[in-house]
Structure formats: structure tokens, C-alpha cells
């Protein structure tokens, strides 16, 4: 998978990042991506990480055609809590956000994009898990019973689960939101915020303070099955280093490399791949339905 992935009729391409700034490290990402050419670019947030995010939308404008490419979800480092309402209000002009969470059918994908900056998106009941509630009926719907979509993929900046490091996992979230992902059998979430790459296995809600329940069915999606839980946040920012061995639900976590996961959608199947910016796949696995 080397190079730009080849684009047929029945294939969809998507990559997803975060974390970046605007390092050389960045650009390094950014061209790797480009160079896939992707139909949907999912970036998971924390652009500049300053407090104007000039320097990252250049990098934008220096690639035709990828803004009109890519989903955002906002980040810390995307409005006042770590920098300012400025970087957040150019990061609106510039994409054409008029809200940050969005949802998109792409194909045989149904994308839903969550804002884990909203003060009240762990709360019940609020406007955040009302709207994300009606999605994954509106997904559901177009699965099983239209027969229009295959896939559904979650993403949200601050992650559900991690290893111990910089971040902890969002556990409030966790505890309401993944629930009704296994309700209606979700199948993939992305995350950034931790600067690494993980990988889950195929995980459903275990309950309050529990570990995850690994669903029995493993990569075989056709079964009723768990999220797998990406954090792909090794796009440019000083990487984090994990100050724990993996866990036996997270058999992928690399903390080296700087890099990107590429998702290679044909049908009932994904190819899943983390790749590093000098073109090493770090891990690649294959789920179908």
C-alpha cells in the first residue's frame, strides 16, 4: 500500500490523523495523505497548537482539493481551552463549519463526527446525545433495513479508551456513549488527543469501572460484535510516550513513529493500515461483514 491506492468504483479511501501542528513532521503527514488520494480525509483534531492557526491552514492551501476532503473534529488545542476562540473561528471560516457535529454517508460509510469540546456532550439528554442518538437510528436504518450503507464510523478528538500517559480516557463519555454503540453495532471509532497510535480489539462496554468485554466474534463483523477504538494521533506534535505495557484489549500501540491509519473500504470488508511517514506499514488487519 505504498504510494497513491488505486480508485475503483466499489472502493472508498479514507485517512485520518490528528494532532499535527505545523511542523515539518506535519507537512510530511499531510503529503503521505494526499499522496493515498483519499474520497474522505477524517482528521481528529488540534491543529496549530498556538494561538492563531494560520500556519496549519496554509498547510491546507498548499494541497488542492484536500479541504474539500475533510471532516474536523475540534480539539483541545482547537478553541479556548488550550489557545484561543481565534483559532477556532479562522479553523470555521476556512473549512466552512458552521457546526461541529456532522454526520455524512460516503458510499457504503455512514460518518458520524462528534465534538468533544462541548461542555455538556457527556451529559444525557443534552443536545449532543440527542442528536448522536437520532444518527445512529438514522445509520441503523440505512443498514438493515435499506440495505445503503455497511459501515459505520464514529469520530471524536478526546478518546474512549487509552493506555496511561499524557491523557486519560474519557470515561463519562465512555459510560454513555458506547452503550448505544453497541445497541447499534458501531463499528469503528477514531480518535486523536493521545500522541501515538493504539489499536483496540473489537470491544463492548464492559459496565461502570470494568474492563471492556473483547467481543467473541474477533475481525468476523458479519456476528454481533464491539467497536474497534483507533487513536491515530502521531500526525506531527512531540510524540507521548505510554507509561503502561498494552493492555489485553489494545494489541496495537506504537509510540515512535510519526504517521497516519489509512482505512480501505471495498464492500463487506476493511482494510485497516498504520502507516509511518517513510512508508512502513506498521500494522494492518483485514475486518468483513
Known sequence: MNGSSPVTQNRIIITTVGDTTCSDNAKETFQNIVNENPDVNLFLG?????????CFIDIFKSFNGLKEKTIYSRGNHDDKEDESDTVKEQLEQYFGITDWTVSQQQKNVYIICMNSQDPDYDLKDKDQYNWVKSKLKEATRLRDEENKIDWIVVMIHKPLYTLKGQHKPERKA?????????????????????????????????????????????????????????ISGAGGRKLYKFAEPKNSWTPFAQDEEYGYHLLVIEGKKIDIFAKSNDGNILEQITVKK
Open 46 to 54: 488540534d491543529s496549530s497548537y498556538s494561538m492563531d492557526a494560520t
Open 174 to 230: 465512555r459510560d454513555l456513549y458506547q452503550p448505544l454503540f453497541d445497541k447499534h453495532q458501531v463499528d469503528l471509532v477514531l480518535h486523536g488527543h493521545t500522541h501515538n497510535m493504539q489499536r483496540t480489539h473489537p470491544i463492548k462496554y464492559g459496565g461502570l469501572d470494568n474492563e471492556p468485554i473483547i467481543t467473541e466474534s474477533g475481525l468476523d463483523f458479519s456476528q454481533d460484535h464491539g467497536q474497534i477504538y483507533i
